[in-house]
């Protein structure tokens, strides 16, 4: 801590866990990946140090803007909270006037002091810290108590070692660490459901991969380019994002020239899934993710992801699809990707598709007419064809690079 003219400087974070107190012998390992998410995601900040105990992680600022590392805090998820701190010594009166200081360069007309004792040797009991440093403030100030809603709130973490002050508390993404859940493959188009699904899993402590069908030159490369964008909005959530992106056009040219127009969709999703499939085996990914919303076009009828779903045997998980359109475009919006997925370049599930699309496909009738064809083939054309690319929050490169996870 720094006491200049009255005025305090903040001189850590502390950092609270949040669901992580739930996960009993797991506790210590979910920790640690914390720290390294924490770490990755405030790597360009070279003088912060870090503390973890139990129940808590400090972040030493070593004079780093504190709102600049707030920022990309954030987008860490496995964080119930954290707020701003000043650490000073475990005396009473060193506590008081520090408190005393916040009170003053604040703007506050109420106050409350909340102290949290660990240590339990110190003389006094929380109770008695209240009253001794709301006193003080009393005394020297003309802001009022009022323990109900005060404007400002000083929080007091006492433990032997040190004690951290602290006057708000910023809420964090929550959720677990990313990467404690295995790893799995988002079906990452361009618009504005699948983003979300990366975003949901993510939260979950699940690592990310995505893949993309492309099918040139139907599909632009604006349209490609939108993609890559929308990967690298959602990049700062765990470091960066592998993206596959997948020539599709000769295998949907085939679907159309040998299947019912009707059932083109449903063949196009088969197929997709069995090249997700053989991508997510090879990347050691446990699972397919995509952005399905049950009933929200035909190809997500239950029948319809009944039909599409049996050529896997991988466990395929749907985060949003039990939303509405409404509530996923608010999560959209949240995360920063709803402005990139709207701008209309049209993707391969868009371009060619039917006017009567069948809402209730069974998997015979696919069958039937997948046997008219061998996609086999074109499958492995498509794979062997698959371009991967790195990319990182903030950068308008996108980088070759090993996996991270």
Do not use: W
């Not at 002091?113 to 006094?124: L, T």
């Not at 361009?190 to 893949?211: H, L, N």
């Not at 475009?329 to 060619?352: A, W």
């Amino acid at each position: 801590m720094t006491i200049e003219q009255n005025k305090l400087t903040y001189d850590h974070i502390l950092v609270r866990f949040g669901e992580l107190s739930t996960k009993g012998k797991n506790r210590k390992d979910f920790i640690k990946r914390l720290l390294t998410n924490v770490k990755n995601a405030l790597r360009d900040f070279n003088e912060l140090t870090y503390e973890r105990t139990h129940d808590r992680m400090y972040i030493m600022l070593n004079g780093e803007d504190h709102e600049a590392v707030a920022k990309h805090l954030q987008q860490v998820f496995g964080i119930s909270s954290f707020s701003f701190a000043v650490k000073v010594a475990s005396d009473i009166e060193v506590i008081k006037q520090t408190c005393l200081v916040l009170a003053k360069q604040s703007d506050a007309q109420t106050f409350k002091i909340e102290a949290r004792r660990s240590f339990k040797q110190f003389p006094m009991v929380s109770d008695e810290i209240n009253r001794e440093v709301a006193g003080e403030i009393l005394r020297n100030t003309d802001i009022k108590v009022n323990v109900r809603e005060p404007q400002l709130r000083i929080q007091i973490e006492l433990h032997q070692e040190a004690t951290y002050i602290m006057t708000g508390k910023i809420k964090g993404n929550g959720g677990y660490p990313v990467g404690v859940g295995g790893k799995a493959l988002v079906m990452l188009s361009g618009g504005i459901d699948s983003p979300v699904a990366c975003y949901m899993t993510m939260k979950r402590g699940v690592a990310i991969e995505c893949i993309h069908y492309t099918s040139p030159p139907y599909t632009s490369q604006a349209a490609q380019d939108k993609v890559l964008e929308l990967a690298r909005a959602i990049a700062p959530y765990q470091g960066h994002i592998r993206l596959h992106i997948i020539p599709f056009t000769d295998l949907q040219l085939a679907i159309y020239k040998n299947c019912d127009e009707s059932y083109a969709i449903t063949i196009m999703r088969r197929m997709m899934y069995r090249i997700a499939e053989r991508v997510a085996q090879k990347q050691n990914c446990l699972a397919i993710v995509n952005g399905e919303s049950i009933g929200q076009v035909a190809s997500q009828t239950l029948e319809s992801m009944q039909t599409i779903n049996c050529v896997t045997d991988m466990p395929v998980i749907r985060p949003v699809a039990c939303l509405d359109k409404l509530e996923i475009i608010d999560i959209s919006q949240k995360i920063g990707t709803y402005d990139i997925s709207i701008q209309p370049f049209e993707d391969c599930c868009t371009i060619f598709t039917p006017k009567n699309p069948v809402t209730k496909p069974t998997k015979h009738r696919a069958e039937r007419l997948e046997g008219r064809f061998d996609f086999t083939s074109l499958i492995e054309d498509c794979i062997a064809r698959m371009e991967s690319v790195d990319i990182y929050p903030g950068r308008d490169m996108i980088e070759e690079n090993e996996n991270i996870f």
